[in-house]
Nanobody, 118 residues
Framework: QVQLVESGGGLVQAGGSLRLSCVASGSTRSITALGWYRQAPGEQRELVATVSSDGSTDYVDSVKGRFTISRNNAKNTVYLQMNNLRPEDTAVYYC????????????WGQGTQVTVSS
C-alpha cells in the first residue's frame, strides 16, 4: 500500500504561482510513476503532469511552459510548481502514484484545492 498526502494549495490571483507537494509513504519502493491530476467542478479528472522513475516527464498541453513536475526520491516527494496561473487552472489537484508498468495499480491523495481569481 502507498499513502499520499498533498499540501500547498490555496487562493492566488491570475499570474501568480503556487507549489504543490505530495509525500508518499508505505511501499514507496514499488512506485513506478508519480503524477498530478486535477478535477474542476462538473468536469472529469484530467492528467496534468507525470514523472516516471527514470525522471522523464509529460504534461497536458494546457500547462506546458507554465507547470513543472519534479520528484525527490530521497524524500519520497513529488512537486508541482505552477507559474502564471490562470482562472481555468482552478480545480482540486490530486497526487497519484502508480505501481507496475503493464498492469498498474493507482493510489490517490485526498486532494488539495487550487483557486485562481481573475
Amino acid at each position: 500500500q502507498v499513502q499520499l498526502v498533498e499540501s500547498g494549495g490555496g487562493l492566488v490571483q491570475a499570474g501568480g504561482s503556487l507549489r504543490l507537494s505530495c509525500v508518499a509513504s508505505g511501499s514507496t519502493r514499488s512506485i513506478t510513476a508519480l503524477g498530478w491530476y486535477r478535477q474542476a467542478p462538473g468536469e472529469q479528472r484530467e492528467l496534468v503532469a507525470t514523472v516516471s522513475s527514470d525522471g522523464s516527464t509529460d504534461y497536458v498541453d494546457s500547462v506546458k511552459g507554465r507547470f513543472t513536475i519534479s520528484r525527490n526520491n530521497a524524500k519520497n516527494t513529488v512537486y508541482l510548481q505552477m507559474n502564471n496561473l490562470r482562472p481555468e487552472d482552478t480545480a482540486v489537484y490530486y497526487c497519484n502514484a502508480k505501481r507496475g508498468y503493464i498492469i498498474t495499480v493507482d493510489y490517490w491523495g485526498q486532494g488539495t484545492q487550487v483557486t485562481v481569481s481573475s
